[in-house]
Structures are given as structure tokens and as C-alpha cells.
T-cell receptor, first 117, second 113 residues
């Protein structure tokens, strides 16, 4: 099946620094990728929809200047957490759909656990 | 906005018992999908339901989509320890939200051997 690779899987950073997380579709093209945040034993909260070649669409309450999303190609989207603070510590997961199956299943990355000290 | 409610939040069963999780949407859905997340893992697609009243089976798993396309259920017959994990439903409202899924809170299933 389709594979989505997310990197890094774990990252620890100091407060005030920025962290970039990559999401790659390895064997398919994805016009749209989605970024979620998940707290322990909680559901996935959609943060933004990443659109290849255009600006991301952010959900209400998500700071676009803090969570920068870039979708420069059909196989790569990046999430940059800028000026990270301890409250940004969380599990971030990306997902993608095949370009030719826009209403099909989502393929999830393995997730990235961010810890901000 | 659209809300997807899922119950129960937790379910503890003995191996061999059945398990059901229910999902209700505040709006009519274009389709609903189910995902399973193992402890420490990422969500993995199980199935998609599109038609009103649709019922699909995967071995011991039975998925239903309500007639009004606002509710759904996942039933596992004779649970096994490998069924442990969190089960999420995710609804697609279609229209201007086409392709964007709203996830339920998930049901955490534990199976005691």
C-alpha cells in the first residue's frame, strides 16, 4: 500500500527555537496533505490542509504564523513550529491522499513527537 | 461546524467478547471512514462507507452506515488481543469541505486475555 514517511520521529528542542517536520509520500503524488495534532489518548485535531503550490488552509484557532506549512512539491509537505514553547509539545501527524483518489483513504505518516524544554 | 461524536471513550473486554463503537455526526455525511491506531502507532485505514444503509464486513469486523448517513458503527465479534488499540471514525461532510475528515474522539479498546 501507499506509504507516507514522516521525519523526524522524535525531536527535543529548547524553548524559542524552531523545528521543521517533513512529510513525504513515497510512492504516490499528493496534491493535498493534512497536518494533525494529537494529545495523549485523544483524537486527531486537524490543524491545516496543505495544498501543493498554494497557501495552506488553517483551521480556526491555529496560528498560521506559528505553524508554517509549505507544500512545495506533490510529494513533500513541511510543518515548521516557530519559536516553540513547552505547550507546543505534542504528537504531530501528517496524512495524504493520492492525487487521483481525492475522496479515498488517508495514508498517515508515523508521526513526530515534539518535546519543547 | 461539523462535529463527530464517538462512544464509548473506553471499552474493556475479555478476549472472546464482542465490542461495538458508535459514531454520530451533527451533519449528513458524504462518506465515513474508520481507522485503527495501535498503541504508539499511527492511524491505519480500515474501511470507507459511502452508501446509505451500507454494511461491510472484514472477517470479524462489521461496519454499518446509517440510513440518514449521520451515524455509523463498528462491531468486532469475538475480540482477540490483537484488536487492542484506538478506533476512530472520521466523517467527510462533502461540499465545500470535500475531502476533509473530521475525526471522532476515538474508542480505546483493551482486551484482557
Amino acid at each position: 500500500g501507499a506509504v507516507v514517511s514522516q521525519h523526524p520521529s522524535r525531536v527535543i528542542c529548547k524553548s524559542g527555537t524552531s523545528v521543521k517536520i517533513e512529510c513525504r509520500s513515497l510512492d504516490f503524488q499528493a496534491t493535498t496533505m493534512f497536518w494533525y495534532r494529537q494529545f495523549p489518548k485523544k483524537s486527531l485535531m486537524l490543524m491545516a490542509t496543505s495544498n501543493e503550490g498554494s497557501k495552506a488552509t488553517y483551521e480556526q484557532g491555529v496560528e498560521k504564523d506559528k505553524f508554517l506549512i509549505n507544500h512545495a512539491s506533490l510529494t513533500l509537505s513541511t510543518l515548521t513550529v516557530t519559536s516553540a514553547h513547552p505547550e507546543d509539545s505534542s504528537f504531530y501527524i501528517c496524512s495524504a491522499r493520492e492525487r487521483l483518489d481525492p475522496n479515498g483513504e488517508l495514508f498517515f505518516g508515523e508521526g513526530s513527537r515534539l518535546t519543547v524544554l | 461546524g461539523q462535529q463527530v461524536m464517538q462512544i464509548p471513550q473506553y471499552q474493556h473486554v475479555q478476549e472472546g467478547e464482542d465490542f461495538t463503537t458508535y459514531c454520530n455526526s451533527s451533519t449528513t455525511l458524504s462518506n465515513i471512514q474508520w481507522y485503527k491506531q495501535r498503541p504508539g502507532g499511527h492511524p491505519v485505514f480500515l474501511i470507507q462507507l459511502v452508501k446509505s444503509g451500507e454494511v461491510k464486513k472484514q472477517k470479524r469486523l462489521t461496519f454499518q452506515f446509517g440510513e440518514a448517513k449521520k451515524n455509523s458503527s463498528l462491531h468486532i465479534t469475538a475480540t482477540q488481543t490483537t484488536d487492542v488499540g484506538t478506533y476512530f471514525c472520521a466523517g467527510d461532510a462533502g461540499g465545500t469541505s470535500y475531502g476533509k475528515l473530521t475525526f471522532g474522539q476515538g474508542t480505546i479498546l483493551t482486551v484482557h486475555p
